[in-house]
């Protein structure tokens, strides 16, 4: 058995709570428009509020999706080498982060993470953690250079 976990991964995933709650809104707004001919006079104000603001929140999570294109499939903390591996590519050591935050929001992981060298990595909470994330808090207190902030209000 396997005394202290060495690696946490998180995975990115297409979709966040941001992304679903603009496309429930949308979805929301498309039907307001379909059904404007039935719609009682007193709540035309809302129907038509949510037809304008419809296709913008498609835009929004469109926008919200393809921002994360160049997002890393996977981050990797590795706590036995002391390093972060960004994707395939590129690996940053504990002690090159000057400043690291990782944002937990609704079981959606951030990470924003400043090095040294002045390079920043800001990944929004578009990741999953394949353990539970008070464990990887704790992992996280034994590196002083990242903090972990854990939010579960709109």
């Known amino acids: 058995m396997v005394d ?5 991964s998180l995975i990115k995933k297409w979709y966040n709570p941001k992304v679903v709650v603009l496309a429930v809104v949308s979805t929301i707004g498309l039907m307001a428009c379909l059904t404007l001919d039935t719609t009682p006079d007193e709540l035309l104000f809302r129907a038509f509020f949510l037809i304008v603001f419809g296709p913008i929140g498609i835009l929004l999570v469109i926008g919200l999706i393809f921002s994360t294109r160049t997002y890393p499939s996977q981050i990797i903390f590795d706590f036995e080498k002391e390093r972060i591996l960004l994707g395939s590519a590129l690996t ?7 400043i690291g935050l990782v ?24 990741f999953t953690c394949d353990i539970d994330e008070t464990e990887f808090a704790s992992l996280l207190k034994n590196v002083p250079s990242i903090k972990y902030n854990y939010e579960n209000k709109v």
């Open 103 to 126: 944002n937990s929001k609704f079981g959606f992981i951030g990470v924003s993470l400043v090095l040294s060298s002045g390079q920043e990595y800001i990944y929004r909470n578009f």
């Open 4 to 8: 202290k976990l060495n690696q946490v």
């Open 92 to 98: 940053v050591k504990f002690d090159e982060v000057e």
